[in-house]
């Protein structure tokens, strides 16, 4: 299972184009707590598969809750995610140590985000010589946005405000490095962070705090005036929030998670603390069924208000839960606290896959995948 998690995140790391991250801090959250968001999109539209699984990397210190592709969250609080940006000139990264690679070492081994910051100042420090990238990490008390090269690495703390990162290098000491421009690329990177930065900034300004529905509305994006350069375009796989919260956010912490496009998937909270996965999350029939929505009813304006109706009922359901679970966590009962969360979300899961099965048929779309599998990239 562990070599077949790394060498999926090996081919995925060669196909990954254009992904859009983001860090609210908690004073511009809604929540009150720090959110990390990321939407994965995928070079020319590819299908991936996408599922939510345990990741427990061999002599790792900690479990981790993964959601495919390249996000990471571990039982200590420690979230991790990133967006691929281009080479740069400072020499070849190791071949064998890939963005999977690195990701499972930090998030399997540190609890917080200085320990992962000293451990990626190591990699590039002790000659191991990590692929170009960019990684956003949170806590719950911290969060930062980091770009690292084979031999550089700069990083900003979050602390206020907000901050977003596309698909090319934004910090000064690093862009520099640059080693091949595609001018076309680099201008749809920066099309999509200035218009995710106006939309966040706007959100801010008109309420004061940016809200869980306006990330997600923010995830299903897009503007005509810039085909192809915005968020999110028709390649986009999956996305998730992390809601992490101050104190012990591995157990309080939780993922809103979108297993599939997010045009066509409704939004599922997911429990940091959860023991069991929902079998079709797991094995990533929730998301070849919405690649069947995606394929069939592209265009099909009845969709979306269904699977929007759902989400902000379960984000409902699940924060009157939660404050009910979290009256048994502060008396103590951990376990107590873990177990109704845990009915809850296969009990929404049920739901969201009934809604999606539901949408299907009525339009008398077969429910079996007719295409080829999409790809794992897990």
Same mark, same amino acid.
């Given at each position: ?126 000659? &191991?010589?990590?692929? +170009?990238?960019?990684?956003? =990490?949170?806590?719950? /008390?911290?969060? *930062? @946005?980091? $770009? ?114 997010? &045009?066509?998937?409704? +939004?599922?909270?997911?429990? =940091?603390?959860?023991? /069991?996965?929902? *079998? @079709?999350? $797991? ?96």
């Amino acid at each position: 299972m562990l070599k077949l998690f790394f060498s999926l995140l090996a081919v995925a790391s060669i196909s990954a184009f254009a992904c859009t991250s983001w860090i609210i801090s908690p004073e511009a959250s809604e929540t009150g707590t720090y959110i990390m968001h990321k939407t994965r999109d995928w070079g020319g539209g590819k299908e991936v598969g996408v599922r939510l699984f345990h990741h427990q990397r061999e002599g790792g210190k900690y479990k981790a809750l993964a959601f495919s592709p390249y996000m990471l969250f571990n039982e200590k609080g420690l979230g991790m995610i990133d967006t691929y940006v281009p080479p740069t000139r400072d020499g070849e990264h190791d071949k064998t140590f890939y963005i999977g690679t690195l990701m499972s070492m930090v998030v399997c081994n540190c609890a917080t985000v200085q320990e992962a910051l000293a451990m990626l100042e190591g990699f590039v420090k002790d000659g &191991k010589r990590p692929v +170009s990238e960019h990684y956003s =990490l949170c806590d719950g /008390k911290e969060a *930062a @946005v980091v $770009e690292i090269t084979p031999q550089h690495i700069a990083y900003r703390i979050t602390k206020h405000g907000f901050s977003v990162h596309t698909n090319h290098h934004i910090y000064p000491e690093i862009a520099y490095l640059i080693k091949n421009t595609k001018i076309n690329s680099g201008v749809a990177s920066a099309t999509r962070l200035h218009i995710t930065q106006n939309i966040l900034a706007e959100h801010l300004k008109e309420k004061g705090k940016i809200s869980l529905v306006d990330t997600l509305a923010l995830s299903r994006f897009a503007d005509p005036e810039y085909k192809g350069m915005c968020p999110f375009r028709n390649g986009t796989v999956c996305a998730s929030d992390f809601i992490a919260p101050a104190e012990q956010a591995g157990i309080l912490g939780t993922l809103l998670i979108c297993p599939g496009p997010t &045009k066509y998937a409704p +939004s599922i909270p997911i429990p =940091l603390s959860i023991s /069991k996965i929902p *079998a @079709v999350l $797991e094995n990533g029939d929730f998301g070849k069924l919405v690649y069947q929505i995606k394929r069939n009813l592209p265009e099909d304006a009845s969709v979306q208000p269904r699977l929007i109706a759902l989400e902000q009922g379960f984000w409902k359901e699940y924060n009157e839960t939660y404050a009910a679970a979290k009256k048994k966590f502060d008396a103590g009962d951990v376990d107590g606290f873990k177990a109704m969360l845990q009915g809850l979300v296969e009990k929404q899961t049920e739901q969201a896959y009934e809604l999606v099965k539901t949408i299907l048929t009525e339009k008398n779309i077969p429910l079996q995948n007719p295409n080829p599998e999409p790809k794992p990239a897990d």
